[in-house]
């Protein structure tokens, strides 16, 4: 498997969102507000995510 070090996530999300969604380019926003409320929560079942997108 390969591992990946010194990864900005949520730009390596915005990119492939970008690259492949067409219509509601915006709703990423939204997704990044979530993936950063949870990243902040002591929680450890609030940093489990499921990122899914629109493909065109």
């Known amino acids: 498997m390969q591992k990946f070090e010194?990864?900005?996530i949520l730009k390596s999300l915005k990119?492939?969102?970008q690259t492949h969604t067409?219509?509601?380019?915006?709703?990423?926003?939204?997704d990044i507000k979530t993936l950063k409320q949870a990243a902040k929560s002591p929680n450890p079942e609030d940093k489990k995510q499921l990122w899914l997108l629109r493909i065109k």
């Open 6 to 8: 010194n990864v900005d």
């Open 15 to 17: 990119a492939i969102m």
């Open 22 to 30: 067409e219509h509601f380019q915006s709703d990423f926003d939204i």
